[in-house]
Nanobody, 124 residues
């Protein structure tokens, strides 16, 4: 069983930055593809970014966040990060960390483990 614990959400003004953290247990979970999804009220869960640690850290991004968000991993700390810059009001959502992918990267149903989520609110 893998546990994922997100932190780092909060309220920020448009144009600002936040860094989300996802700490995972056990350490062996670093072998999984890990990602971030988000869900705004009344909307479906949406892919944000993913990283495959076993393939040299290949990364994937949704078009809506390319150039603004960066996913990275510090595997010595059992943590995956999502650095979010130039935030927009439409980035407001609950952000979820996920792990253990089987299938295509952007499909939420292909991930086995999920964190509890952290709220990000961007004011205009």
């Amino acid at each position: 069983q893998v546990q994922l614990v997100e932190s780092g959400g909060g309220l920020v003004q448009a144009g600002g930055s936040l860094r989300l953290s996802c700490t995972y247990f056990p350490r062996t979970a670093s072998g999984y593809t890990m990602g971030w999804f988000r869900q705004a009220p009344g909307k479906e869960r949406q892919f944000v970014a993913a990283i495959r640690s076993w393939s040299g850290g290949s990364t994937y991004y949704a078009d809506s966040v390319k150039g603004r968000f960066t996913i990275s991993g510090d595997y010595a700390k059992n943590t995956v990060y999502l650095q979010m810059n130039s935030l927009k009001p439409e980035d407001t959502a609950v952000y979820y960390c996920t792990a253990d992918l089987t299938g295509s990267v952007p499909n939420s149903s292909n991930y086995r483990y999920w964190g509890q989520g952290t709220q990000v609110t961007v004011s205009s």
